[in-house]
């Protein structure tokens, strides 16, 4: 099969790349896969052949479920109100008042901290002796005592997402921002003059240019709270009572902590691939948004 020159120039640019990905990307995933359907563990890196047996014994175990509904809560919750907020702020700082400027550079500072160093600065807030939390409470008289809000199984997971929220949802915002710069404002004063409310303005003037970055966004925000770890293994490793144990952590927890590297494995895997799932179902949509545009 002969190929044009503009082809093979191609291929020839792209080799070093593809080379990289090969080294870096598909060997480890193919030896991941490999290790998946074998029982081996962390010490010996060989192990006896089960077949599918690691991923059927995840299916019918009680906490690879619980952990999968606590990872598919915290993404839900954190995403829709990183995506809430976002827009909302980048509807503000759009507006032209004195010191936007700079309020849009001190917004990108939580979003700029060190994913550590923001869980341990949340662990300090909720502490339940000094935190900054139960003191502004109690000052306001909303409660009448120091709550522990890692301590609680029932606040211990929105505990994690506020953190979350308040350190992703300024990239939002400003990917809208961003968006909202290209909207040409003579097509925005047309509408205030023909009568459009600011909700009408919003759905027929600004969402057009706003839809395709905030779905980059919630694919973005998506992938990355689906596959959660650091935040929450620093501020509750997972618990009170496994409340906060996520996909990632047990995943962690299996090929580390209990030295199963073969049923780590799977459900590493198990994880990519409902990522690579909803990663394409948002791609699909944009695609039949941007044809329907």
Known sequence: MTFPRASLGSWALMLPLLVVILAVVSWPLAYTVGLSFTDAGLVASSGNFVGAQNYLSAMSDRGVRAAFYNTAWFTLVSVSLELVLGVLV?????????????????????????????????????????????????????????????????????????????????????????????????????????????????????????????????????????????????????GPANSTRTMSILVYQEAFSFQRAGSGASLALTVTLVIMVLAGAYVSIMRRSALRA
């Open 90 to 238: 980048g509807l503000l700082l759009n507006q032209e008042f004195r010191g936007r400027t700079l309020l849009r550079a001190m917004m990108i500072l939580p979003w700029a901290l060190p994913t550590v160093v923001n869980a341990i600065l949340w662990r300090l807030i909720y502490n339940p002796e000094y935190g900054a939390l139960n003191s502004a409470l109690l000052q306001l008289g909303i409660i009448d005592s120091y709550q522990s809000w890692l301590g609680r199984p029932d606040s211990a997971m929105m505990a994690m997402v506020v953190a979350d929220v308040w350190k992703n949802f300024p990239i939002v915002g400003l990917i809208c921002l961003a968006a909202l710069q290209s909207v040409p404002r003579d097509t925005q004063a047309a509408a205030i003059v023909d009568g459009a409310g600011p909700l009408a303005r919003f759905r027929f003037v600004i969402w057009p240019y706003l839809a395709g970055p905030l779905m980059i966004a919630l694919v973005l925000r998506t992938i990355e709270a689906f596959k959660v770890f650091d935040i929450i293994w620093v501020m509750t490793r997972g």
